[in-house]
């Protein structure tokens, strides 16, 4: 165990996702981690070093204030800890190559843009279109992903979205019909999820017992799911539609391969089925 703060002048979220994927690297790395964020004047920074004097320990930080910068690096040097500013190597790298200076605003990929707004839009699209809702505007999604219950579909759609991917699910229910919009839509790119059928079954085991329901239904049934994730594949290979495994894929890694898919989609490529499996996607 060892103190890890984490220092931000905005609201953490790239310092956090950086660290996490270097923390990712080593095995039995469990730090307690101390999150200093919107450190934007010289109390907020002063507050910060209190902490970080109480709970020594390694700091990462992302500050583009200058002063608040040098405040910070003096602070750990009196400590006698390393303070590691994780973004100077590719803001330097970026400024060299387009011959341009750092403009030094905090925040600035928080900015109330264009882009942002189409991600608000992009969420709201994404739960009005959950579950099957809302089939009468398919044709506005960039995104339809399908599958058996619990193959992350929900989850996966709000990543996109959050990446301003207008995206919406169905569910794949037996002896239940499609939606017939979505056998008729053009635009967008339809994605099939599907899992492991063992692994489903333990999924949506611990679904139910979350809810206290605890009766053996054909839900749970193993001969019933393996006969029902095999028609949702039929189904996807019957209509040309791209399958992605989930079963040992993070959100962030399904979201990642359709989105691959989706530029092929958006660049006029036809046979999608074959280009995921090709991918290594299936």
């Known amino acids: 165990m060892f103190h890890l703060h984490l220092v931000s002048d905005a609201t953490g979220e790239t310092i956090n996702s950086v660290t996490r994927a270097c923390l990712a690297q080593f095995e039995g790395a ?25 709970e020594p320990g390694l700091v990462l930080f992302t500050l583009v204030n200058d002063k608040l910068r040098q405040e910070l690096k003096e602070g750990c040097r009196r400590l006698q800890i390393p303070c ?41 699209f994404a739960l009005s279109h959950d579950d099957g809702q809302s089939s009468w505007n398919y044709e506005e999604a960039d995104v339809i992903l399908v599958g058996v219950s619990r193959t992350s579909k929900t989850p996966t759609c709000v990543y996109l979205a959050n990446r301003g991917v207008k995206a919406a699910n169905v569910p794949v229910v037996p002896s239940c019909p499609l939606p017939p919009e979505l056998l008729t839509v053009h635009r967008p790119l339809i994605v099939g999820l599907t899992k492991d059928p063992t692994s489903l079954v333990q999924v949506r085991r611990n679904r139910l017992r979350l809810l206290n329901e605890g009766q053996e239904t054909d839900y749970v049934d193993a001969q019933m799911v393996r006969q029902e994730v095999a028609a949702a594949r039929r189904l996807c290979g019957e209509r040309g539609w791209p399958i992605i495994d989930v079963s040992r894929r993070s959100i962030e890694e399904t979201a990642a391969a359709i989105l691959q898919l989706l530029d092929r989609h958006r660049a006029g490529e036809k046979n999608l089925t074959t280009a995921a499996i090709e991918a290594g996607q299936e």
């Open 84 to 124: 590691i500013p994780v973004l100077d190597p590719v803001i330097a790298a970026l400024g060299s190559f387009l011959g341009k200076t750092s403009r030094g605003e905090p925040g600035r990929q928080h900015e109330m843009d264009a882009e942002y707004f189409a991600r608000i839009d992009a969420m709201s």
């Open 30 to 54: 469990d730090p307690i981690e101390h999150n200093w964020t919107l450190i934007r004047t010289r109390g907020q920074m002063d507050k910060a070093m209190s902490g970080i004097a109480a």
